[in-house]
């Protein structure tokens, strides 16, 4: 084999690798941690690695939206975590996402503090905590303090109310937490590039511990009003092992007030005009 088509040969397979997430290196002599349930033990602060929360599909690396930040503000590129590394969109719902990603900034919900839904919560590049029992596994998300109430072994259980963290049903399948999670506003998306769904989107969740400190984590996409078929994201999530570790309060509504009220503010001639007017009653 010449040398031209070997490095040919090693640039597909790179890619082939690079573009299928669900391949994942475990350690199959690998025993879970157990709960005092019998359980895989998820208990932890986990945290994602990559550049997911920006963009899902694989991306090039672009300036950010404030040229004041030069490099700091910068969009870093990544390999995407879809299957296949590309979202099956219905024709009209793709030119949707093209103009939500043309104009994220003004519309991201997470740019305004709002809770982030399901998935999108899972690999953001801020920490989560899990807290398991056998009736109820509790997410408590560092951003914008979102959490989310997974209901084990309650299939029928039904929603009472849409929500933005969705209505979760988990169970156990061998060492494997699955969650389903339905019932979720329509207003959340999926990453900063304009990825979204409608409130007819499930989300099927598997969780599982393939070593000590890592979680091999997939999620199923089913929404007919959006997409094409069902589709798949995976990656992994790292548990946080520094000493003292914990979650830090990051309540972000105040930093996003400009953006969401900034537009009720008087202007300065109107404040002088309200200000004369003042004065002129109190004459």
């Not at 509504?253 to 001639?269: K, V």
Request: proline fraction near 7%; charge should be negative; glycine fraction near 6%.
């Amino acid at each position: 084999m010449s040398v031209s088509r070997l490095f040919r040969f090693g640039i597909s397979v790179l890619a082939m690798l690079c573009l299928s997430p669900v391949l994942v290196a475990q350690d199959v002599d690998f025993e879970p941690p157990r709960d005092p349930w019998g359980n895989p033990d998820l208990n932890g602060i986990w945290q994602a690695m990559g550049t997911a929360y920006w963009d899902l599909e694989t991306h090039a690396s672009r300036a950010g939206p404030l040229w004041q930040l030069g490099a700091i503000g910068a969009i870093p590129g990544g390999v995407g975590v879809v299957e296949g590394d590309s979202i099956p969109y219905r024709p009209e719902a793709l030119a949707q996402k093209l103009d939500n990603m043309a104009n994220w900034l003004e519309r991201d919900p997470v740019v305004r503090c709002y809770m982030p839904g399901i998935p999108r919560a899972n690999y953001m590049p801020y920490p989560f905590q899990i807290f398991q029992t056998d009736n109820n596994i509790l997410f408590s998300y560092q951003f914008a303090s979102s959490t989310r109430n997974v209901f084990m072994n309650r299939p029928d259980y039904e929603a009472p109310i849409l929500t933005v963290m969705g209505h979760n049903l988990g169970h156990w399948e061998g060492n494997t937490l699955h969650i389903r999670t339905s019932d979720q506003y329509d207003w959340t998306w999926l990453d900063h590039s304009g990825n979204w769904h409608s409130e007819a989107m499930v989300v099927a969740e598997r969780f599982t511990l393939i070593g000590p400190n890592t979680i091999w984590y997939e999620a199923t996409i089913d929404d007919p009003e959006v997409y094409t078929r069902p589709w798949t994201i995976a990656l992994p999530l790292y548990r946080r092992l520094e000493k003292g570790v914990r979650l830090v309060e990051f309540k972000c509504q105040e930093y996003s007030e400009e953006i969401l009220y900034g537009h009720l503010r008087q202007s300065e001639e109107a404040a002088a005009a309200l200000e004369e007017l003042r004065r002129e009653q109190d004459q």
